[in-house]
C-alpha cells in the first residue's frame, strides 16, 4: 500500500485515544448513562476498536471512491537525470557559499 494511506490510517490511534477519552469523560454527566467500576474500561476500550475499524474500513472502501482518475501530467514518470538536463540549477550551483567555495 502506498505511504499516504499508511499516514491515514496512523492517524487513526490519536483519533480513537480522543475517542476513548471522550467516551470516559462523558460518563455520569448529566443526561448520559452513568456505569461504573470496570464497566467505563471495557466502554473506553470498546470505543478505541471501534473507531479502528471503522477508519480502516472507511480509507479502506470509501475513500477510493474519491479518487482522481483524470489524464498524468508526467510528473511521476520524470526521473531526476532528466529533470537535472531541463533545469541546470541546484543548491549546490545557485546557494552563494558554495559559488564562492569554487
Sequence with gaps: MA?????????????A???????FKANCEEGYYCVKGSTTVWACT???????VLHTLFLKY??????FEGKSDGADSN??????????ASWFTMNPI?????
Design 98 to 102: 558554495y559559488v564562492l567555495r569554487s
Design 46 to 52: 470498546a470505543a478505541f476498536w471501534l473507531h479502528i
Design 79 to 88: 526521473t531526476y537525470k532528466g529533470c537535472s538536463e531541463r533545469i541546470a
Design 62 to 67: 470509501v475513500v477510493p471512491r474519491f479518487r
Design 3 to 15: 505511504t499516504d494511506w499508511w499516514a491515514q490510517w496512523i492517524m487513526c490511534i490519536p483519533c
Design 17 to 23: 485515544l480522543i475517542l476513548s477519552y471522550l467516551v
